[in-house]
């Protein structure tokens, strides 16, 4: 049974340009959560997407934005990149039927702004 | 707003030493949900425990313990007999059912746990 996925592992990118990080669920489950780590810090919440909708959204500015797909797996895309914006970005994913449920987490993207 | 808070930024302690992981929450509602997930060097969360707020029994697995209590809002974790293998940071997390679904888990900082050989 595979676990949730992202790619890819690490990226370098420079202030202004754009970035698009990848996240698969794990199996059988269809909504994905995406989280945001800065360096000493605990996961900062960005948005969920449920039904190829996003569902709910924390406190980011509008340069960042995601897709999911009918396939459940999900895309984050942040423009205009910041020094600021050099985190581990993660990818939960969990089951979207009956309230709450956990969410497993993959690996992350490692993501370094110059 | 929920918020959990971990005092603890760092503990080291010998190995086979007993360790408690201090988590206090707080929240408006009277239903939500508390985690423990484990960030070893690798990065990814790996899920440990997950507790409802209408159960407050203590639960062990293992070397792992969990102490709920309400009446303090916490949620501390205990690992008895300690060994390298749990060194990683450990983080506290809180979910609330704002409507039907998954919701936002709000993260402690996290506290870094060093176990000495």
């Known amino acids: 049974d595979a676990g949730v996925t992202q790619s890819p592992t690490h990226l370098i990118k420079t202030r202004g340009q754009q970035v698009t990080l990848r996240c698969s669920p794990k199996s059988g489950h269809d909504t994905v959560s995406w989280y945001q780590q800065a360096l000493g810090q605990g996961p900062q919440f960005i948005f969920q997407y449920y039904e190829e909708e996003e569902r709910q959204r924390g406190n980011f500015p509008d340069r960042f934005s995601g897709h999911q797909f009918p396939n459940y797996s999900s895309e984050l895309n942040v423009n205009a990149l910041l020094l600021g914006d050099s985190a581990l970005y993660l990818c939960?994913?969990?089951?979207?039927?009956?309230?709450?449920?956990?969410?497993?987490f993959g690996p992350g993207t490692r993501l370094l702004v110059l | 707003a929920q918020k959990v808070t971990q005092a603890q930024t760092e503990i080291s302690v010998v190995e086979k030493e007993d360790v408690t992981l201090d988590c206090v929450y707080e929240?408006?509602?009277?239903?939500?949900?508390l985690f423990w997930y484990k960030q070893p060097p690798s990065g990814e969360l790996v899920f440990l425990i997950r507790r409802n707020s209408f159960d407050e029994q203590n639960e062990i697995s293992g070397r792992y313990s969990w102490n709920f209590q309400k009446s303090t809002s916490s949620f501390n974790f205990t690992i008895t007999a300690s060994q390298v293998v749990d060194s990683a940071v450990y983080f506290c997390?809180?979910?609330?059912?704002?409507?039907?679904?998954?919701?936002?888990?709000?993260f402690g900082t996290g506290t870094r746990l060093t176990i000495i050989p």
């Open positions: 939960a994913s969990s089951s979207g039927l009956a309230g709450i449920e956990t969410q497993y």
């Open positions: 997390a809180l979910s609330e059912e704002i409507d039907f679904g998954n919701e936002k888990l709000t």
């Open positions: 929240t408006r509602d009277t239903t939500y949900y």
